[in-house]
């Protein structure tokens, strides 16, 4: 190794920041070179001369100072994970549930959906009573403007109301 | 990391399973992080700012900003490279915002066994190293503080400063020699 390179390394091989072979390879240069190894003695002067840095003691009651605020701040801490702060979070008892409970009350729901789209379809098919205009006009308080003049829009609603479609036909 | 609360010597527990019960909002698991790190901080800041009041306020927040960031910590380094990254950056921002250079004027306790004429120069010579330090640019402050004080090797320096071990040899190397030309008549 060359003085150059070995003065460009000797502050990591002070440090001992170096693979083991390097060390060996600067030792031997150093042991060889008075120049690089005044440089090196220079260097850990260095490290002598921080060492005479003093500093105050940690001052007292640092942690209960340190706590106190920590106190003060933890509750802004925590309330930043929801975003409703206050409020449960929508769905939060459905998340509360275990497994099995969950598909249960999910099954629940659609029996009901279903259930409810069943009986409505049954209610409106329910009967092939037809209504008269008549009826229609009275039904839907259109009375007021009997009679309801031929082809206006009025007719055409009376008419399209009144015809109750038989099962399987188009309204 | 071993200390003792009330005589008692506390939980080995890791700084990592430590910080998961931080995470949790558990106050009592943040207070054991403050007594391990509180003299590391206190420090670190110290040596970095050389104003006890600056370097507390630093050393506090570097504290209570862990516990803000605790919910989304993630042991990809070790939590004592993570701590002093937190206050390494306080410590440079500090810094940075440029206010007016206060010089301690807290006395050191002095050595019984030096005379008076030797307390001053040793004071002479504290005040030098602090103003040699104080000249540095602040990464390579930095890194020397990290590598001298601290004992963090290349690599944890190279992650607390998000450089590479290189990088950070050639900071050490860079304040080593700037030290070395201010301080060569000691």
């Known amino acids: 190794m060359n003085c150059k390179k070995v003065i460009s390394r000797l502050q990591a091989y002070v440090d001992k920041e170096m693979p083991v072979e390097l060390i060996r390879e600067m030792d031997e240069h150093l042991g060889a070179c008075p120049s690089c190894r005044s440089q090196a003695e220079r260097i850990r002067q260095v490290g002598d001369v921080l060492d005479s840095l003093a500093v105050p003691p940690l001052p007292q009651g640092f942690s209960a100072r340190v706590m106190a605020e920590a106190r003060k701040r933890a509750p802004l801490a925590k309330e930043k994970k929801s975003f409703f702060p206050l409020a449960r979070q929508p769905l939060q008892w459905l998340l509360e549930l275990s497994a099995p409970m969950r598909l249960a009350a999910c099954a629940m729901v659609l029996l009901a959906c279903l259930l409810g789209m069943f009986m409505s379809k049954e209610l409106s098919l329910s009967g092939n009573r037809q209504t008269s205009v008549a009826e229609a006009e009275s039904l839907d308080g259109f009375e007021w403007f009997s009679p309801t003049p031929p082809v206006s829009l009025g007719s055409v609603y009376l008419t399209y109301a009144s015809v109750t479609p038989a099962a399987g036909e188009n309204p | ?186």
């Open chain 2, 1 to 186: 990391m071993d200390f003792e609360r009330n005589g008692e010597m506390l939980n080995e527990a890791t700084d990592e399973k430590i910080m998961k019960a931080v995470a949790g909002g558990d106050l009592d698991a943040f207070n054991d992080l403050v007594l391990r790190y509180q003299s590391h901080a206190w420090k670190m800041a110290y040596r970095f700012l050389g104003d006890s009041m600056e370097a507390e306020d630093v050393a506090q927040e570097s504290l209570l900003k862990i516990l803000e960031a605790a919910p989304r910590y993630r042991a990809t380094a070790t939590f004592r490279t993570y701590f002093y990254r937190i206050l390494t950056r306080l410590c440079i921002d500090r810094t940075r915002k440029k206010r007016p250079a206060s010089i301690d004027n807290i006395p050191d306790v002095p050595d019984p066994s030096l005379g008076p004429t030797e307390i001053l120069i040793e004071n002479e010579r504290r005040g030098q190293v602090r103003t040699a330090l104080d000249a540095l640019p602040p990464n390579q402050k930095a890194a020397m503080i990290l590598r001298h004080y601290e004992g963090l090797g290349y690599a944890e320096i190279a992650q607390v400063l998000g450089v590479t071990p290189k990088a950070v040899e050639r900071l050490i190397s860079r304040a080593g020699a700037s030290l070395q030309a201010r301080l060569s008549h000691f």
